[in-house]
Every structure is written in structure tokens, then in C-alpha cells.
């Protein structure tokens, strides 16, 4: 994800993703693709058995069916108005996306940067093992999101490219076996 996808696939890229590879994520997102063109309203109105066989590659497909439905439906509430949402929510954006079914902190924060165009860190598992090198342990999500503050003049665009960096150093040191050593910040270790 860079951001310059059509927001209404960021969504759905977002929720399928949970709990499995990318690869698996983008399979659905082409059925979706061929099936919609990632039309939100023609999104709306697949019928359950539709939309949950469109996305079977990306597992939980009964789970990840209805968050969609719930994310789309709330969404739909706004026209699909995501500067509108942004300003009618303001700083409270992120604690109405986590009532939303299916997004957790993960979810959330990538939403408000990709979607949203607010900045936020995305503490994810990459995010999580690259901190621990650099002496920054956490326990989980919201453990590091606590301890890593960005600076104040942080732009969602510059939220974008960092968390960019660190999911592809994430695939390239922290894919299967740990290689971080071999890494070009080691020495920071």
C-alpha cells in the first residue's frame, strides 16, 4: 500500500489483509477489482455469498465480509466523503473507527493515513521487531504506538512513506528468519 490507490480499495486492502499475507489479500482484492471496480455502492449491494466467495483467498471470509459491510455502510452514511469525515470526527476519528466491526488499532491507523490523510505511526508486527533491535521493546500494538510519538509538523504523506520503509525493510530482515544483523542499521543494534 503507497497511498495512491483509490481509496475504496485501501479500505478493503485494509480489512482483508488481517491475519494473512498480502499475497493472499490481493487475490481477493482482484476478484473485488473485476467484480466491482471497487465501486463502493456496487460494493453495498453484493449479497453476502457473493462478496464472502469473492473474498475466500484472504481467510475469515465470513468475518472480513461483515466488517466490509459495516466499514462501507458507514462510510455510505458520509457519501464516501472522507474529508467530510475527517473534519466532522476531528481528533475523536481514530475512537469512531475503532467502533466500527473489524477494525482494530492496526486497521485504524493505516485507514487514517491512507484513507483519511491524517498522520499516525503504524505499530505493526514489522514496526514492532525493527523498534525491539533498536531498543525500543514493546509487548504489543499499543505498547510501542505509546512510546513512539511522531513530530508535530509530521505529515500524513511523510506517515505514509515511513510506515512504507519499514514494512520493506520488515519483508526484506524480518521475513521467516530474523536477518536483521545483516542489515544496514546493525550497528544501531
Known sequence: MRGTEPKPEIVLGAILVQNTSWESAQKSLDQLKETTAFDPQRILQLDDQTLQALIRPSGFYRNKSKAIRAVFTWLDDFNFDYAAIRQHFGKNLRRELLKLRGVGNETADVLLIYVFDVPAFVADNYAQKLFAHLGVPSKNYQDLAR???????????????????IDDFGKKYFRGQDTFDESFLAAFN
Open 147 to 165: 512510546q513512539i510519538t511522531l513530530p508535530v509538523d509530521f505529515t500524513f504523506h511523510e506517515a505514509q512513506v515511513f510506515h512504507g520503509l
